[in-house]
């Protein structure tokens, strides 16, 4: 279709046809995911060696500062006249050599050798304790001791701790990286400040270099600290996670009465074949999820279209009021009410199937159909909410014209309000899509993840557990780390998969909507 | 005062044993753990808290131990004893004044069920003295995370205890853990104003019946696991734990038996008969249905005596053995787990003998003797078992005609055991008021078999 | 002729009306059972919350009307609401301060600053929030046991702000519709970056601003997950979710079952108050952010 026909169309045919081609984009979008994973590696390979080329070359162009910068941080924007930026730099590789020295080197060398076992079974007299020493290959396991009543006691509290251990080696590496970007930072800044010179100029001094951070590096300002944050309690944490995918971290590895140890791919491999009990259970609660992901994304979506509908219909009174009521469930705080949806929906004890001498086994043999509706309780107020503030967008001559075409109210829906919203609210979908794949409390505070059925399911799974409810479970009643990472690792890879796919789709489409 | 020196003298050869078995290891790359230290082989002795020298001695050790003047400890008690056990420390704080340091202890509350699995969370994090249910002890042990009982008071918890429960207490042949009430079984309570007629409290079918004429039921929880197991020990199925191997054998014609009793049963659901509590769990469905008048018999422990004490009146209430259920066309003794409630001292106290001292203060006769009386819950100490009021208090009564048919949970299960749906086969049962057949419940319970090898 | 068609015409248009009354009336009866749905569970726990009895209650009504429950919120040691309530509210402000300024400095600098790596920390920043909230929480546990502040309010208040870098999207998406020329024209008058940020962007952004400060404030009113976790067996340090959550343990329901409905009914009073009066900013800011995408 050319231009020409497009425009030719109207308001209602364009968003069909904008619609039809969002579902045709899809194996397309597939596709082109895979190739911009391709493009990417390759983007990748040409950046490491144009980085290793540019870095010989500066060298080599470089004039005696330039050069000795490539071994002492600064000297290049010190003999280039830039004192203090040239100290900053200096100060930084001292600092770096220092910490490597006195900290990072411990621990890069423990990271693969540290093991501790028990010395005697037989606990110490005075405390119960049981005595630490060194494994077959560890030498210096610190165990402080104290002396009571003329005899040494071993406080194991002070003994090896694996989480440390695994935790300041990513500490050091993130270090490391850094001070790497710094290092290559020095010889750029050494190289352009000879430039500078053999331009004849002068660079700039270290008060003009600061208000820089004001206006051009402006952004350097802002971000700092959020990101030293982020990197400190989020992004090292999540490195941190991931490395315990490849360890046997679990109950039974508690430091230090037992350190936990590199094991590979053998987490990953029982979740998908070796341990056969650990797949299935992956596999149901997998399939589970991608079902409730759907149905509690798309109930409320179309109910709540249909609820804003009625509010806002023509003629109806007190919208206000309507709308009122159905935000005062959105306000208050998830796990009360949905404590409450539990307790009242008890087959045994809860006080609707008391009321209706009944025992409707709601969050049991028909949880996952309850929770599913009790998710449409708490989100519709939401989509509603939001979907009101749309309908008021939607251009009133375009009803009116297809009133004259003879268009009745439900035609109008389909062929016009519902095309509109649904395009519009794409991304909304989207995101709610994998909220809802991660959606951690309907499930939780309802049925905890229940009704466990541990013929099908192992570590504590049940029926209606999520990837995320099975992934708190085992990081905190059943203390199984390991699994609880690889779990995690593998929702990350399903959200990213599928988010960049529906994001590509969604960006083809809005491609051909520049044509309007 | 002459023989702790002795004492001493073993402990400091033993420490240098230990010293120079440490020195050999350092460096050698094969070794693992080759090093034994000698045991220390005086013998066991008994001290007396009354007596002025153990305490000068104990607030010696603990005057060594505390950190700037102060010893800080933390315990973990379950919500309703929470309060009592407060009274104790500070009976505790007292006993062991010194003006060398300042003794703090915290208490927080944790559940005897919970508390196992909340020290294996984070062992280092567990409160240096923590009250759980004896069935946790073994993978307590097995994790490292519990310290055995410090050879000082061991002398004392062995000679003070019944034998039963020190067995639960022990692994191996090392005291782990300090006993502490000796009711963490469940026997029947039930309203004499209903049961009028004691001879139906045998027979759970004419129980039942009576409860149903009343309008109201009887309630035992076919869906817990805890409870449930007492048919497959009716039945004679084999379930056993041992060296942190379960064994269970219910997929046979003895395991079919005690699945088709549980459904017999169940056909009375809601006319006469409560099978399941749902939600809220036991205790509060307990409470709730004395206090509603739903209920009139309850197979529960004495943990929910004093609720159904104050909903129906204290003298309504009743206590019995559990009753006879029918099984395989004849009327056979309910059996139950009996079991104790323990107090462990974590590994990682950073005070570990004044953490020894108060777990044994805790559980001393003293201690055992208060507890009862101001909480009812029944002792393991030898002396007190034998006192009049304890020896007639219906509840210990109760336990004590259930005893012989009460099996020990760390002999029998462990925690892949609660985990396998066992206690799916009565909630099944419960669900579908007993109508099950044959080859399903066959089915289920080869499921579950299957499920504790895992 | 012209009459018949007339009246055929005013009598289509009787029916018409007569059509969309029934049709408003059929919406009224399906609004009004929705409605009834939907406060059904709200109205029960209030009802609840002046029951007599201490316990949970199998009836759907309360066998009397009491205001003790409230006065034990306030009286018995074991609930230490106050204390709770108060814990909230540091952790709430502190973490609703800290969190809104990172976003507003993460999302301006992404939205109208240009420099090289922009991009890459886009889609940085995009992978991040693909993983799930708690997978790392065992992680940031040891993370803040190194730093000794386990069981601490301050551990809370990290938690929550360390993370806010990554929620720029919404706000990002408000700095993207605020014409560029504002920037430019202020440039041509020689502002720097950090003026127009101050002097012209923010006062621009009050609807977001609110959004934003709304959401981080209300977060640790509702969160019980990372309190849990992180809290632990510090009592003292429950805020109001999990401090309430305790209430409903097996060992407590009997006791506390009223209570607990008298603490949800008092902290969703003032919650639902700021979110009734707020729902507009909050509209604005989730199809502000999501329909632009």
């Given at each position: 279709m050319d231009y020409l026909d497009y425009v030719q169309m109207t308001k209602g045919q364009r968003f069909i046809y904008k619609l039809k081609s969002f579902f045709i984009g899809i194996p397309k979008a597939i596709a082109n995911f895979f190739k911009a994973i391709g493009l990417f590696i390759k983007k990748f390979f040409v950046g490491i060696g144009n980085f290793f080329k540019n870095y010989g070359s500066r060298f080599a162009k470089g004039d005696a500062g330039t050069k000795l910068s490539y071994i002492i941080m600064g000297a290049g924007n010190m003999l280039h006249g830039q004192i203090i930026k040239g100290l900053i730099f200096l100060a930084a590789e001292v600092g770096y050599i220092i910490f490597m020295i006195t900290f990072g080197a411990h621990y890069i060398s423990r990271i693969?050798?540290?093991?501790?076992?028990?010395?005697?079974?037989?606990?110490?007299?005075?405390?119960?304790?049981?005595?630490?020493?060194?494994?077959?290959?560890?030498?210096?396991?610190?165990?402080?001791?104290?002396?009571?009543?003329?005899?040494?006691?071993?406080?194991?509290?002070?003994?090896?701790?694996?989480?440390?251990?695994?935790?300041?080696f990513i500490l050091t590496v993130i270090v490391t990286v850094a001070f790497i970007a710094l290092y290559i930072a020095n010889t750029k800044s050494a190289y352009a400040t000879q430039q500078i010179r053999a331009e004849g100029k002068k660079p700039m001094n270290f008060v003009e270099e600061l208000k820089t951070f004001l206006d051009d590096r402006f952004h350097i300002t802002l971000l700092t600290l959020p990101v030293l944050l982020l990197i400190v309690f989020n992004v090292l944490p999540i490195i941190f996670t991931i490395c315990m995918a490849f360890t046997n971290y679990d109950e039974d590895h508690q430091s230090p009465i037992k350190?936990?140890?590199?094991?590979?791919?053998?987490?990953?491999?029982?979740?998908?074949?070796?341990?056969?009990?650990?797949?299935?259970?992956?596999?149901?609660?997998?399939?589970?999820?991608?079902?409730?992901?759907?149905?509690?994304?798309f109930s409320n979506y179309i109910v709540g279209i249909i609820v804003a509908l009625m509010i806002n219909k023509k003629g109806i009174k007190f919208k206000a009021f309507w709308r009122t009521m159905f935000v005062l469930t959105a306000a208050v705080p998830q796990f009360v009410t949905l404590l409450v949806m539990r307790l009242l929906l008890d087959d045994k004890s809860g006080a609707i199937n008391s009321a209706l001498g009944t025992s409707f086994p709601f969050l049991t043999e028909w949880a996952n159909v309850t929770v599913i509706i009790v998710n449409m309780w708490i989100g519709i107020p939401y989509t509603m909410l939001i979907t009101s503030g749309l309908l008021m967008n939607i251009p009133e001559d375009l009803y009116e014209s297809a009133r004259i075409d003879g268009a009745n109210a439900f035609q109008q829906f389909t062929k016009i309000t519902f095309p509109y919203i649904f395009f519009v609210t794409t991304p909304y979908l989207i995101t709610t899509f994998v909220g809802n794949i991660n959606n951690f409390n309907v499930i939780f505070f309802l049925t905890g993840g229940g009704p466990e059925d541990p013929t099908k399911y192992s570590n504590g799974a049940g029926k209606t557990d999520l990837l995320v409810t099975w992934l708190y479970k085992l990081t905190v009643d059943k203390s199984n780390f390991k699994l609880a990472a690889v779990i995690g690792i593998l929702v990350f890879i399903i959200c990213a998969v599928g988010s960049l796919i529906t994001f590509n789709m969604s960006k083809a489409s809005k491609n051909e909507e520049e044509f309007s | 005062m002459a023989s702790k020196s002795k004492k001493a003298v073993a402990l400091l050869l033993t420490a240098m044993t230990a010293a120079t078995a440490l020195a050999g290891c350092g460096g050698s790359e094969s070794s693992g753990p080759s090093i034994s230290v000698a045991q220390s082989s005086f013998e066991l002795e008994v001290i007396d808290f009354k007596s002025d020298e153990t305490?000068?001695?104990?607030?010696?050790?603990?005057?060594?131990?505390?950190?700037?003047?102060?010893?800080?400890?933390?315990?973990?008690?379950?919500?309703?004893?929470?309060?009592?056990?407060?009274?104790?420390?500070?009976?505790?704080?007292?006993?062991?004044?010194?003006?060398?340091?300042?003794?703090?202890?915290?208490?927080?509350?944790?559940?005897?069920?919970?508390?196992?699995?909340?020290?294996?969370?984070?062992?280092?994090?567990?409160?240096?003295?923590?009250?759980?249910?004896?069935?946790?002890?073994?993978?307590?042990?097995?994790?490292?995370?519990?310290?055995?009982?410090?050879?000082?008071?061991?002398?004392?918890?062995?000679?003070?205890?019944?034998?039963?429960?020190l067995g639960v207490s022990t692994i191996g042949t090392d005291l782990m853990a300090f006993p502490k009430t000796s009711d963490n079984g469940y026997f029947l309570?039930?309203?004499?104003?209903?049961?009028?007629?004691?001879?139906?409290?045998?027979?759970?079918?004419e129980m039942i019946k009576v409860a149903n004429a009343a309008g109201k039921n009887v309630y035992l929880n076919l869906g817990g696991p805890w409870y449930s197991t007492g048919f497959f020990f009716t039945a004679g199925c084999e379930i056993k734990y041992e060296n942190g191997k379960q064994t269970a054998k219910i997929a046979n014609e003895k395991g079919l038996s005690a699945a088709k009793a549980m459904c017999h049963i169940a056909e009375n659901q809601d006319k006469g008969f409560k099978g399941a509590p749902g939600a809220i769990g036991d205790n509060a469905y307990v409470a709730q249905g004395f206090d509603e008048g739903f209920l009139a018999a309850a197979v529960i422990g004495t943990w929910c005596g004093p609720a159904i004490k104050t909903s129906i009146g204290k003298d309504n209430v009743g206590a019995a053995k559990l009753p006879k259920v029918l099984m395989d066309g004849e009327y056979k003794q309910l059996e139950s787990f009996g079991g104790y409630k323990l107090l462990g001292v974590s590994v990682y106290s950073e005070y570990p003998f004044s953490a020894q001292t108060l777990a044994y203060f805790l559980a001393n006769e003293d201690s055992q003797l208060e507890r009862y009386n101001v909480r009812g819950l029944l002792p393991t100490n030898k002396k007190l078992a034998e006192d009049a009021t304890i020896k007639t208090d219906p509840a210990f009564k109760a336990l004590e005609d259930q005893k012989p048919f009460a099996h020990a949970q760390g002999e029998s299960v462990g925690t892949v055991y609660w985990g396998s749906g066992i206690g799916d086969v009565g909630g099944k049962a419960v669900d579908q008021k007993g109508s099950r057949t044959d080859a399903e419940l066959m089915e289920q319970l080869q499921g579950v078999e299957a499920n504790m090898k895992a | 002729m012209n009459n018949t068609k007339a009246a055929k015409n005013s009598e289509m248009q009787t029916g018409y009306a007569a059509k969309r009354r029934l049709t408003n009336i059929i919406v009224y009866v399906i609004l009004t059972v929705m409605v009834l749905i939907w406060i059904f569970p709200i109205v029960w726990l209030i009802l609840q919350s002046f029951n007599t009895v201490d316990r949970i209650s199998s009836r759907m009504l309360p066998e009397g009307f009491t205001l003790d429950h409230y006065k034990t919120l306030f009286t018995d040691d074991?609930?230490?609401y106050g204390k709770w309530i108060?814990?909230?509210?540091?952790?709430?402000?502190?973490?609703?301060?800290?969190?809104?300024?990172?976003?507003?400095?993460?999302?301006?600098?992404?939205?109208?600053?240009?420099?090289?790596?922009?991009?890459?920390?886009l889609n940085i920043g995009l992978i991040l929030g693909m993983f799930p909230g708690f997978m790392s929480m065992a992680a940031t546990y040891s993370i803040m046991e190194i730093f000794h502040l386990e069981g601490q309010l301050l551990a809370l208040v990290i938690v929550y702000s360390a993370g806010a870098g990554l929620g720029y999207q919404v706000a990002k998406g408000f700095f993207d519709t605020i014409p560029r020329s504002l920037d430019e024209a202020a440039r041509i008058d020689g502002a720097t970056s950090n003026r127009i940020f101050w002097v012209i962007i923010l006062p621009l952004s009050k609807p977001i601003i609110v959004y934003t400060a709304l959401t981080t404030f209300l977060g640790p009113w509702a969160d019980y997950i990372f309190v849990s976790y992180f809290m632990k067996d510090s009592t003292d340090n429950y805020t109001v979710a999990v401090g309430l959550y305790k209430l409903l343990d097996n060992e407590h329901i009997n006791r506390y079952f009223t209570t607990f409905c008298a603490g949800a009914v008092l902290i969703a009073i003032p919650i639902t108050i700021l979110f009734v009066v707020m729902q507009r900013f909050y509209v604005a800011g989730v199809t502000g952010g999501a329909v632009k995408g």
């Amino acid at each position: 279709m050319d231009y020409l026909d497009y425009v030719q169309m109207t308001k209602g045919q364009r968003f069909i046809y904008k619609l039809k081609s969002f579902f045709i984009g899809i194996p397309k979008a597939i596709a082109n995911f895979f190739k911009a994973i391709g493009l990417f590696i390759k983007k990748f390979f040409v950046g490491i060696g144009n980085f290793f080329k540019n870095y010989g070359s500066r060298f080599a162009k470089g004039d005696a500062g330039t050069k000795l910068s490539y071994i002492i941080m600064g000297a290049g924007n010190m003999l280039h006249g830039q004192i203090i930026k040239g100290l900053i730099f200096l100060a930084a590789e001292v600092g770096y050599i220092i910490f490597m020295i006195t900290f990072g080197a411990h621990y890069i060398s423990r990271i693969y050798t540290s093991q501790l076992v028990l010395l005697d079974s037989k606990p110490d007299t005075y405390t119960g304790f049981y005595k630490f020493g060194t494994g077959a290959v560890g030498k210096e396991v610190a165990i402080v001791q104290k002396t009571i009543h003329g005899e040494s006691v071993t406080n194991a509290a002070t003994a090896d701790d694996s989480n440390k251990i695994l935790l300041f080696f990513i500490l050091t590496v993130i270090v490391t990286v850094a001070f790497i970007a710094l290092y290559i930072a020095n010889t750029k800044s050494a190289y352009a400040t000879q430039q500078i010179r053999a331009e004849g100029k002068k660079p700039m001094n270290f008060v003009e270099e600061l208000k820089t951070f004001l206006d051009d590096r402006f952004h350097i300002t802002l971000l700092t600290l959020p990101v030293l944050l982020l990197i400190v309690f989020n992004v090292l944490p999540i490195i941190f996670t991931i490395c315990m995918a490849f360890t046997n971290y679990d109950e039974d590895h508690q430091s230090p009465i037992k350190l936990y140890q590199w094991v590979g791919f053998k987490n990953f491999a029982d979740v998908f074949y070796a341990d056969a009990k650990k797949s299935s259970t992956f596999g149901l609660i997998l399939v589970w999820t991608l079902i409730w992901a759907f149905f509690a994304t798309f109930s409320n979506y179309i109910v709540g279209i249909i609820v804003a509908l009625m509010i806002n219909k023509k003629g109806i009174k007190f919208k206000a009021f309507w709308r009122t009521m159905f935000v005062l469930t959105a306000a208050v705080p998830q796990f009360v009410t949905l404590l409450v949806m539990r307790l009242l929906l008890d087959d045994k004890s809860g006080a609707i199937n008391s009321a209706l001498g009944t025992s409707f086994p709601f969050l049991t043999e028909w949880a996952n159909v309850t929770v599913i509706i009790v998710n449409m309780w708490i989100g519709i107020p939401y989509t509603m909410l939001i979907t009101s503030g749309l309908l008021m967008n939607i251009p009133e001559d375009l009803y009116e014209s297809a009133r004259i075409d003879g268009a009745n109210a439900f035609q109008q829906f389909t062929k016009i309000t519902f095309p509109y919203i649904f395009f519009v609210t794409t991304p909304y979908l989207i995101t709610t899509f994998v909220g809802n794949i991660n959606n951690f409390n309907v499930i939780f505070f309802l049925t905890g993840g229940g009704p466990e059925d541990p013929t099908k399911y192992s570590n504590g799974a049940g029926k209606t557990d999520l990837l995320v409810t099975w992934l708190y479970k085992l990081t905190v009643d059943k203390s199984n780390f390991k699994l609880a990472a690889v779990i995690g690792i593998l929702v990350f890879i399903i959200c990213a998969v599928g988010s960049l796919i529906t994001f590509n789709m969604s960006k083809a489409s809005k491609n051909e909507e520049e044509f309007s | 005062m002459a023989s702790k020196s002795k004492k001493a003298v073993a402990l400091l050869l033993t420490a240098m044993t230990a010293a120079t078995a440490l020195a050999g290891c350092g460096g050698s790359e094969s070794s693992g753990p080759s090093i034994s230290v000698a045991q220390s082989s005086f013998e066991l002795e008994v001290i007396d808290f009354k007596s002025d020298e153990t305490v000068k001695y104990i607030k010696d050790t603990m005057a060594a131990e505390a950190k700037d003047g102060r010893i800080v400890l933390k315990v973990w008690t379950s919500g309703d004893d929470k309060s009592f056990e407060e009274s104790r420390l500070e009976e505790f704080k007292k006993l062991f004044a010194d003006s060398r340091y300042e003794i703090k202890i915290g208490t927080s509350e944790k559940g005897e069920d919970k508390a196992g699995s909340a020290v294996l969370e984070n062992p280092k994090k567990a409160a240096d003295v923590f009250s759980f249910a004896d069935d946790q002890l073994s993978s307590l042990a097995k994790a490292g995370a519990i310290a055995s009982v410090a050879p000082y008071y061991e002398g004392n918890v062995r000679q003070e205890n019944t034998d039963d429960s020190l067995g639960v207490s022990t692994i191996g042949t090392d005291l782990m853990a300090f006993p502490k009430t000796s009711d963490n079984g469940y026997f029947l309570y039930y309203d004499k104003r209903v049961f009028t007629d004691e001879s139906v409290l045998d027979n759970m079918d004419e129980m039942i019946k009576v409860a149903n004429a009343a309008g109201k039921n009887v309630y035992l929880n076919l869906g817990g696991p805890w409870y449930s197991t007492g048919f497959f020990f009716t039945a004679g199925c084999e379930i056993k734990y041992e060296n942190g191997k379960q064994t269970a054998k219910i997929a046979n014609e003895k395991g079919l038996s005690a699945a088709k009793a549980m459904c017999h049963i169940a056909e009375n659901q809601d006319k006469g008969f409560k099978g399941a509590p749902g939600a809220i769990g036991d205790n509060a469905y307990v409470a709730q249905g004395f206090d509603e008048g739903f209920l009139a018999a309850a197979v529960i422990g004495t943990w929910c005596g004093p609720a159904i004490k104050t909903s129906i009146g204290k003298d309504n209430v009743g206590a019995a053995k559990l009753p006879k259920v029918l099984m395989d066309g004849e009327y056979k003794q309910l059996e139950s787990f009996g079991g104790y409630k323990l107090l462990g001292v974590s590994v990682y106290s950073e005070y570990p003998f004044s953490a020894q001292t108060l777990a044994y203060f805790l559980a001393n006769e003293d201690s055992q003797l208060e507890r009862y009386n101001v909480r009812g819950l029944l002792p393991t100490n030898k002396k007190l078992a034998e006192d009049a009021t304890i020896k007639t208090d219906p509840a210990f009564k109760a336990l004590e005609d259930q005893k012989p048919f009460a099996h020990a949970q760390g002999e029998s299960v462990g925690t892949v055991y609660w985990g396998s749906g066992i206690g799916d086969v009565g909630g099944k049962a419960v669900d579908q008021k007993g109508s099950r057949t044959d080859a399903e419940l066959m089915e289920q319970l080869q499921g579950v078999e299957a499920n504790m090898k895992a | 002729m012209n009459n018949t068609k007339a009246a055929k015409n005013s009598e289509m248009q009787t029916g018409y009306a007569a059509k969309r009354r029934l049709t408003n009336i059929i919406v009224y009866v399906i609004l009004t059972v929705m409605v009834l749905i939907w406060i059904f569970p709200i109205v029960w726990l209030i009802l609840q919350s002046f029951n007599t009895v201490d316990r949970i209650s199998s009836r759907m009504l309360p066998e009397g009307f009491t205001l003790d429950h409230y006065k034990t919120l306030f009286t018995d040691d074991n609930v230490p609401y106050g204390k709770w309530i108060l814990n909230t509210f540091i952790v709430a402000v502190l973490s609703c301060v800290i969190s809104t300024l990172f976003i507003l400095m993460v999302s301006y600098t992404l939205s109208r600053l240009r420099f090289k790596s922009r991009k890459k920390l886009l889609n940085i920043g995009l992978i991040l929030g693909m993983f799930p909230g708690f997978m790392s929480m065992a992680a940031t546990y040891s993370i803040m046991e190194i730093f000794h502040l386990e069981g601490q309010l301050l551990a809370l208040v990290i938690v929550y702000s360390a993370g806010a870098g990554l929620g720029y999207q919404v706000a990002k998406g408000f700095f993207d519709t605020i014409p560029r020329s504002l920037d430019e024209a202020a440039r041509i008058d020689g502002a720097t970056s950090n003026r127009i940020f101050w002097v012209i962007i923010l006062p621009l952004s009050k609807p977001i601003i609110v959004y934003t400060a709304l959401t981080t404030f209300l977060g640790p009113w509702a969160d019980y997950i990372f309190v849990s976790y992180f809290m632990k067996d510090s009592t003292d340090n429950y805020t109001v979710a999990v401090g309430l959550y305790k209430l409903l343990d097996n060992e407590h329901i009997n006791r506390y079952f009223t209570t607990f409905c008298a603490g949800a009914v008092l902290i969703a009073i003032p919650i639902t108050i700021l979110f009734v009066v707020m729902q507009r900013f909050y509209v604005a800011g989730v199809t502000g952010g999501a329909v632009k995408g």
